[in-house]
């Protein structure tokens, strides 16, 4: 069973903003770098943002910055990716990840959730 439940997917009208978390059971996300990915398909998984333990460092991929957003609260040791001006293109299953590297290559990531669904059409 994975540790790790993404939720806030859902469809969304181009131009559309949704946030996604990522809430971790059994363990600190904080001790961790986290990342998202997508699947969409036909394609490869992309990484597509990651956030060290402390929250003070963060990468995109092209194809999302400055639109998306990764932020973590230690609090609720939750991960979010805020995802704004949302394209067509954006459409897939996002998954997000816990790892011991700064990394958006999946094969850093060990620990995977089960991934939510965002569809962006009109």
């Known amino acids: 069973q994975s540790q790790l439940v993404e939720s806030g997917g859902g469809l969304v009208q181009p131009g559309g903003s949704l946030r996604l978390s990522c809430a971790a059971s059994?363990?600190?996300?904080?001790?961790?770098?986290v990342a998202w990915f997508r699947q969409q398909p036909g394609k490869e998984r992309e990484g597509i943002a990651v956030i060290s333990g402390s929250g003070n460092s963060t990468n995109y991929a092209r194809s999302v910055r400055g639109r998306f957003t990764i932020s973590r609260s230690t609090d609720k040791n939750t991960v979010y990716l805020q995802m704004n001006n949302l394209k067509p293109e954006d459409t897939g299953v996002y998954s997000c990840?816990?790892?011991?590297?700064?990394?958006?290559?999946?094969?850093?990531?060990?620990?995977w959730g089960q991934g939510t669904h965002v569809t962006v059409a009109s």
């Open positions: 059994r363990f600190r996300l904080g001790d961790y770098f």
């Open positions: 990840a816990a790892g011991r590297f700064f990394d958006l290559s999946s094969r850093a990531y060990r620990n």
